[in-house]
């Protein structure tokens, strides 16, 4: 059994280390709301276009651009979102093991030397280059700072990319910020543009809350069991009468790329977002194990003092019954 100087002594350490989980968890669920505040900010865009886009495909369904056709893959781009430190749980990784079995499978289709990867974050930088494998840069600026012009360079650059030819499919792996205590880890394809799956994704966020519990995120799931009921309640035909000047190609050619640019965006703002709240769970975890480390080593602590106690009385009554 540890003498009571040891057992004092963990303590003392694990106090500390709680006041640094507890502080940690406090900066992480700040961060959160300002990454989520940055979301609902870019919300009211991404509906509006998505609304246009809706119409005109409605209008026009056979109305394509080079962006939205599918063709054999021999050239692919993988952009992997993670973080640029530690301490929040599986969150990077995740990223890492999908995007290592996204490089697997298609090595054995294409071959290892055809897949190119964008890294967001240090973490996957440093993982792809310990691989060997073929990284396009060092994006992990963005991962802490989320920029929209950068996010537009990239986009653009991968968008060339596939106008020319030279990479035929582009992916996104990140995870999807559905609410504080649910990141839904995400394989997408980024290029070409799907649209019927686009349009059709899971669109639904709890963006009030920086809470991580059951109760929260059954919360959630009714509220969108909801709004699931009510639209299909209330499904409205898009009556938008657009005029559509000089032709619907030309305008989608000028709208598709665009989008990509809000998808890559949105893909970054929800990894962002995702971070902060896995960290802020581990490190309420960390806190809540370090109470419970701290209420067994009180009673350990107690204990021994007790028995410590005992023994000297039984020492001083010893010897008073000699004498």
């Known amino acids: 059994m540890p003498s009571l100087k040891e057992i004092k002594g963990r303590i003392a350490s694990v106090n500390s280390t709680r006041k640094i989980t507890s502080a940690m968890k406090m900066v992480a669920s700040s961060k959160l709301h300002h990454a989520q505040v940055a979301i609902q900010n ?59 079995h996204a490089v697997d499978k298609y090595a054995e289709e294409i071959g290892r030397e055809n897949i190119e990867i964008y890294p967001i974050g240090r973490k996957v930088y440093e993982k792809a280059k310990k691989l060997g494998l073929n990284v396009q840069g060092d994006f992990s600026a963005l991962a802490d700072k989320p920029n929209v012009n950068k996010c537009i360079e990239i986009a653009m650059e991968l968008g ?19 609410s504080a205590g649910s990141q839904v880890l995400t394989r997408k394809t980024f290029l070409p543009i799907d649209l019927e799956s686009e349009l059709n994704a899971d669109h639904e966020r709890d963006l009030t809350s920086v809470i991580a519990t059951k109760e929260s995120q059954e919360y959630l799931k009714k509220r969108g069991e909801r709004q699931t009921e009510q639209k299909d309640n209330n499904v409205k035909p898009l009556n938008d009468n657009f005029i559509v000047e000089p032709d619907m190609n030309t305008v989608l050619s000028q709208l598709l790329p665009k989008y990509a640019h809000l998808l890559f965006y949105t893909a970054l703002l929800d990894s962002n ?39 000297e009385l039984l020492d001083i009554v010893g010897g008073s019954v000699n004498n």
């Open 160 to 178: 060339g990319k596939f106008y020319e030819g030279s990479i035929d499919k582009v992916e996104l792996i990140y995870h999807h910020f559905k």
């Open 42 to 100: 870019m919300l009211p865009y991404e509906t509006m276009l998505e609304h246009i886009l809706k119409s005109f495909l409605a209008a026009e369904a056979e109305a394509h651009t080079v962006f939205d056709q599918a063709r054999p893959v021999k050239r692919v781009a993988l952009v992997v979102f993670t973080s640029n430190s530690s301490l929040c749980g599986g969150f990077n990784a995740n990223s890492i093991r999908l995007m290592m």
């Open 273 to 311: 977002a995702s971070e902060h709240a896995a960290r802020m769970v581990a490190m309420q975890t960390a806190t809540d194990n370090a109470d419970e480390l701290l209420r067994e080593l009180n009673l350990q602590y107690n204990k021994g003092r007790q028995q410590a106690i005992t023994n």
